[in-house]
């Protein structure tokens, strides 16, 4: 009843972005909440978020990811051509890092970017940090060097212009809250803890 008293939307794109390993389905039940909001709330279309990353070390996984950002800027352009509005971001977790990276380097498309429980530093500090190893085959030492380059390649690519919000929770389970906090530019950042899981 709660969400039904909330603001009306007004109509522009908001795309969502699931996190590591997820796929539409998970970010269902958000879009089709906005949709009932007024907006035109669309998926992001590329199946589950890094399944063909077969890397073996951080860099090879940056590459990939860089790719997939590619085709994610592809279908924003598409989007803001088929409205003549910016789109909004809403990126889960590891979706969030592509989001708030596009918002560097493509900021005539994108409105702003909102962002869930994503893994902003050191990504050690994740639940999932083995797990990404293991499903990759890279379980081994990563080179600090390589760790540092994780971190500011989300924030490269261009002056920031794009107003992100990053919700995240000391108790989420998974982020760590020493990562859990966008760095980019602080007059366009909003970092606000929410209580959640």
């Known amino acids: 009843p709660v969400l039904r008293t909330l603001p009306k939307g007004d109509g522009h794109t908001i795309m969502t972005i699931p996190g590591f390993m997820g796929a539409d389905g998970s970010t269902a039940l958000l879009r089709r909440f906005l949709q009932r909001q007024g907006y035109n709330a669309v998926p992001w279309g590329m199946g589950r978020n890094a399944s063909e990353a077969s890397a ?12 997939l950002e590619q085709e994610i800027a592809r279908r924003v352009e598409h989007e803001f051509n088929a409205s003549g509005r910016k789109v909004t971001l809403i990126g889960w977790s590891l979706g969030g890092l592509y989001a708030v990276a596009l918002a560097h380097r493509h900021p005539q498309w994108i409105r702003q970017v909102i962002t869930l429980g994503t893994p902003f530093g050191d990504p050690r500090g994740t639940a999932m940090y083995n797990v990404m190893g293991r499903l990759n085959g890279s379980a081994g030492e990563v080179s600090e060097e390589s760790l540092r ?24 389970g998974i982020v760590g809250k020493g990562i859990a906090r966008c760095e980019g530019d602080p007059d366009y950042v909003t970092n606000m803890a929410v209580m959640a899981s």
């Open 56 to 67: 073996d070390t951080l860099e090879e996984f940056m590459e990939h990811r860089a790719l």
């Open 149 to 172: 380059n994780w971190v500011a390649y989300t924030y490269s690519g261009g002056k920031l212009r794009v107003p992100i919000l990053t919700l995240f929770s000391e108790t989420d």
